[in-house]
C-alpha cells in the first residue's frame, strides 16, 4: 500500500512538471541563506504562552539541495538567536535559542524571469533552549517537538546568471512533545532529567526577512 501511495505521489510530481519539456528540467544545485525576524503564537504548554519564555528571534537559515526545473528540493538548518521572554526577566545573562532542521520543497513560478515568485512547504524537527545561572548554578532547560509543516512563500530578484535576492514569509506549525534540563553547579557537577511534556499545545513561528540563493 506504501509502495503505491509513493508511486502516485512520484507520478504525480511528473505530470506536474511535464508541460514544461524535458529540455527544461535542467537539474542544478541550489544552496540559500537566510536572515530575518521570527515571532512566536501559541503555547509551549497549558497556561505556558511561548512568548512568556522567547519575546522574539533572528532566524539564521541555511537551504541546500537539487533545483530540478521549477521545483528546489532539500533540507535546511536553521539556528536563531532569541530574546527571552518576560518569564525570565528576573535572571540575569539568561540566553535563548531555537534550533530547526528538516525537508522542504519550493515551487518556483517564474524561474526564467528577472522576477519569480515561489511558494513552498516544508517538515521538521525543533529544539528551543534556554539557559540561564540560577543562584551559584547554571540552569539549562530544553524543549523539543516534531514541525508538522510550515508553508513559505517569496520573490527571487536575479542578480546575474548564478545569484538570487528577495524576501520571504515562513509560518509554521509544530509542538513540543519532549523536556530535558540540566543543573550545573560550581564545581562543575551536573545534574539532568528528561520527560514527556504534559497537556501539549501547538505553537506557530512568524518569519520575515531576506534569502539569498546560489543556483549553479
Known amino acids: ?3 503505491r501511495w509513493w508511486r ?12 514544461a519539456g524535458a529540455d527544461e528540467l535542467r537539474t542544478s544545485f541550489e544552496a540559500g541563506v ?31 539541495g537539487a533545483r530540478i526545473g521549477p521545483a528546489f528540493v532539500g533540507g535546511y538548518f536553521s ?30 513560478f517564474a524561474p526564467g524571469a528577472t522576477v519569480d515568485p515561489w511558494a513552498g512547504l516544508g517538515i521538521g524537527y525543533e529544539w528551543l533552549n534556554f539557559s540561564a545561572p540560577v543562584g551559584t548554578s547554571t540552569v539549562s532547560v530544553s524543549v523539543r517537538g516534531f514541525e508538522f509543516v510550515n508553508a513559505q512563500a517569496g520573490l527571487d530578484f536575479t542578480l546575474g546568471s548564478l545569484f538570487r535576492i528577495g524576501p520571504y514569509l515562513t509560518a509554521s506549525l509544530g509542538q513540543y512533545a519532549t523536556g530535558s534540563g540540566d543543573i550545573t553547579g560550581t564545581t562543575g557537577g551536573t545534574v539532568s532529567g528528561t520527560s514527556d511534556i504534559q497537556n501539549k499545545r501547538l505553537h506557530s513561528w512568524i518569519s520575515v526577512g531576506l534569502r539569498v540563493a546560489l543556483v549553479l
Open 8 to 19: 502516485a505521489g512520484a507520478l504525480g510530481i511528473c505530470l506536474a512538471i511535464a508541460p
Open 1 to 3: 500500500m506504501h509502495r
Open 79 to 108: 539556528y536563531a538567536f532569541g530574546k527571552a521572554g518576560n518569564k525570565l526577566d528576573n535572571l540575569s545573562s539568561k540566553s535563548a535559542s531555537d534550533v530547526r532542521v528538516g525537508f522542504e520543497v519550493l515551487w518556483h
Open 34 to 64: 537566510r536572515v530575518g525576524l521570527a515571532f512566536p503564537v501559541g503555547d509551549i504548554a497549558q497556561d505556558s504562552a511561548l512568548v512568556d519564555s522567547i519575546a522574539w528571534s533572528v532566524p539564521l537559515q541555511i537551504d541546500a
